[in-house]
């Protein structure tokens, strides 16, 4: 398999990972989504239209933790040349999973719910920008919508031009890959969380941290021509 191809599944990996992690905030942790922060600022306008102060405060601390991840992860990529799998994505991808770790820790100690959305957003706002770096078909493996416009968009050129091949792009795979495999891994902690509560979460952990070392041993020496 040729390294670009390890790219692709890393980079979908990251995007089961982001739905595990939003039905988690969801079901176990004030109804809110700490990756799609499209679907958090419409909570946050509901719960804001109804009054409901507790569901306010819970997806204002979603969207702060989500920024500050990608401020924190800005600052560590933001300034790296454009490689195969930058460095710097690999040290952001290590920040996500000492997050994600200490989400583990404090889960067990019945932490506030603030506190606990709070490490997951950052977590996912981190992982956002680490993927946006890598710059794959402009997939950030968090948000989604844009992803499934430009994939239906591709779909439709390419079915009306005569002129256009008919068969898809690299892209417009990776494209819907990336919505079956965000799908699948909300499926996966819908099944999971409500039986055992945060024990999915070591899931993401191990990819996000197979991710790290397979990066290390095998990208940081390619660089893109």
């Given at each position: 398999m040729k390294a670009a191809h390890h790219r692709y599944i890393m980079l979908l990996l990251l995007c089961l990972t982001a739905g595990i992690v939003d039905v988690i905030g969801y079901l176990s942790i004030g109804h809110v989504f700490t990756a799609n922060?499209?679907?958090?600022?419409?909570?946050?306008g509901l719960a804001i239209g109804n009054s409901l102060q507790k569901t306010v405060m819970y997806s204002l601390t979603a969207l702060l933790g989500f920024?500050?991840?990608?401020?924190?992860?800005?600052?560590?990529?933001g300034k790296q040349e454009k490689t195969f799998w930058p460095s710097g994505v690999t040290a952001t991808l290590a920040v996500e999973a000492f997050v994600l770790l200490l989400f583990v820790c404090l889960s067990l100690f019945q932490s506030s719910a603030h506190l606990l959305i709070i490490l997951l957003s950052i977590a996912m706002g981190l992982q956002t920008t680490a993927a946006r770096k890598l710059n794959i078909a402009g997939i950030s493996t968090t948000v989604l919508t844009g992803t499934l416009a430009t994939f239906f968009e591709d779909a439709t050129k390419r079915t009306l031009s005569s002129n256009t091949e008919k068969i898809f792009h690299t892209d417009a795979i990776l494209r819907a890959l990336t919505i079956v495999?965000?799908?699948?891994?909300?499926?996966?902690?819908?099944?999971?969380?409500?039986?055992?509560?945060?024990?999915?979460?070591w899931l993401p952990i191990v990819m996000i941290i197979g991710i790290i070392v397979f990066s290390i041993t095998r990208f940081h020496e390619k660089h893109e021509s």
């Open positions: 922060m499209t679907g958090n600022i419409v909570l946050l920024i500050l991840g990608v401020i924190i992860a800005s600052a560590i990529v495999l965000y799908c699948l891994g909300a499926v996966i902690a819908a099944i999971a969380e409500p039986a055992y509560p945060f024990v999915v979460i």
